[in-house]
């Protein structure tokens, strides 16, 4: 479905609700269409998805995405939901993965990538991993979000799409999982399972985090293979 802008919406939990977690079930798929089929509308399509949900979700005081906006009631929800960044984070880094150079729009989704880096940087932990809402610090550190995050930032220091020095928040968000994330059998804890959109806190807050939940495994792998593909650009060891 979508709304009067050509923006992808669900019909639920209410009609027309906007899903942070959508640019990423919507965005990847279009980028390897356009490939695939050379026909530029899916690449035209997928910028734009980018640039319309950074419209209704970016969060300038917060400099995070919201999880929803309601067209109904044309307004966000109520969290900064971690792996929802991590989604929309994960769509943008996709489509740079296949959109030519110099194609019209490119750089906008670099500039919009950057900035979610910058903001997402600020939230950070000590031990250099996400909590499960980004800006509540009594929310339990996350895998998926933590795991997304890293990938996408080594991605774009490797790819020559942000300046290197943004790297350390990659390898610090790494030696993070590895030290309290992945098991030493290479079992991933604490992942957050699938979840929905509600208005209150209290459900993101108490959301199970598993071990070896499928919306995680994939992007530890991911951001393992780029962390070893960042140390060789900065010629580390």
């Known amino acids: 479905e979508r709304i009067e802008d050509g923006t992808l919406v669900r019909t639920f939990p209410y009609k027309m609700t906007l899903w942070a977690d959508d640019l990423y079930m919507s965005v990847p798929f279009l980028a390897r269409m356009g490939k695939f089929s050379g026909d530029k509308k899916y690449w035209d399509d997928a910028i734009t998805q980018v640039k319309n949900f950074s419209k209704y979700l970016w969060d300038n005081e917060k400099e995070l995405y919201w999880h ?16 929802c960044n991590g989604w929309v984070m994960m769509a943008k880094v996709h489509l740079l993965n296949f959109l030519p150079e110099n ?12 900035r979610q880096i910058l903001g997402i940087a600020k939230y950070q932990s000590k ?41 350390s928040i990659a390898l610090k968000g790494w030696e993070g999982l590895k030290e309290y994330k992945i098991q030493l059998d290479g079992q991933v804890k604490d992942i957050c399972v699938g979840t929905g ?14 071990l070896n939940e499928k919306h995680g495994l994939g992007a ?8 070893i593909k960042l140390k060789k650009t900065l010629n580390q060891k």
């Open 103 to 114: 194609y019209p729009g490119r750089e906008d989704i670099i500039k919009d990538l950057e």
């Open 197 to 210: 959109i509600e208005d209150n806190l209290v459900f993101y807050y108490e959301r199970p985090a598993r």
């Open 68 to 83: 929803c906006y309601y067209t109904d009631l044309k307004r966000n929800g109520v969290a900064h939901w971690g792996r």
């Open 127 to 167: 031990e250099g991993l996400w909590h499960q809402l980004l800006d509540k610090n009594d929310s339990y550190l996350e895998s998926s979000c933590s795991a997304m995050f890293v990938y996408c930032i080594a991605r774009a220091v490797n790819q020559g799409w942000i300046d290197k020095r943004y790297a």
């Open 220 to 227: 530890v792998i991911d951001a393992g293979i780029e962390i």
